[in-house]
């Protein structure tokens, strides 16, 4: 598994490796906050970014995308959103969250809003993202 990671920056890999065992299955996070991280290590299309912003679901599939071209993992999950308390608009407000999964090369995306403050809007970005990517594993044909 990869993880690329921009409002919860690292959560999920934290997550992920404080299980015992994980080495034997997480393979990389990429904590990709900035917009040019995004397209330094992901390979995300600037053009992308600035035609949907970074908060989007078409940046949540490349992301997704990207973890696997730059990693060996055979699964990736990717979030992207506004954590807040500032940084919210009309149509991206505080707690707006793009996930995007790669599951055998099948690309998914969701969109989410969570309230809460940072901290809670971050938490439950992690255990959205994890849950998902379970059930979409589990569900994913051989």
């Avoid at 034997?24 to 990429?30: M, N």
């Avoid at 940046?59 to 995308?65: D, G």
């Avoid at 999964?101 to 439950?124: C, M, N, P, V, Y």
Wanted: proline share 4%; glycine share 12%; charged share 20%.
């Amino acid at each position: 598994m990869a993880a690329a990671e921009s409002c919860t920056g690292g959560l999920i890999a934290g997550a992920c490796t404080d299980l015992a065992g994980s080495s034997g299955w997480f393979e990389r996070g990429f904590v990709t906050y900035s917009n040019e991280a995004k397209s330094e290590m992901l390979g995300v299309d600037p053009a992308l970014i600035a035609t949907h912003g970074a908060v989007s679901e078409p940046v949540a599939r490349a992301m997704a995308a990207g973890a696997l071209r730059h990693s060996n993992a055979q699964v990736s999950v990717a979030v992207t959103g506004v954590a807040g308390p500032t940084g919210g608009s009309v149509e991206k407000p505080v707690g707006t969250v793009w996930f995007g999964w790669s599951i055998r090369g099948i690309l998914t995306s969701e969109r989410k809003l969570f309230d809460g403050d940072r901290a809670a809007i971050r938490q439950a970005t992690v255990r959205h993202a994890l849950r998902r990517l379970r059930d979409l594993v589990a569900a994913a044909p051989d």
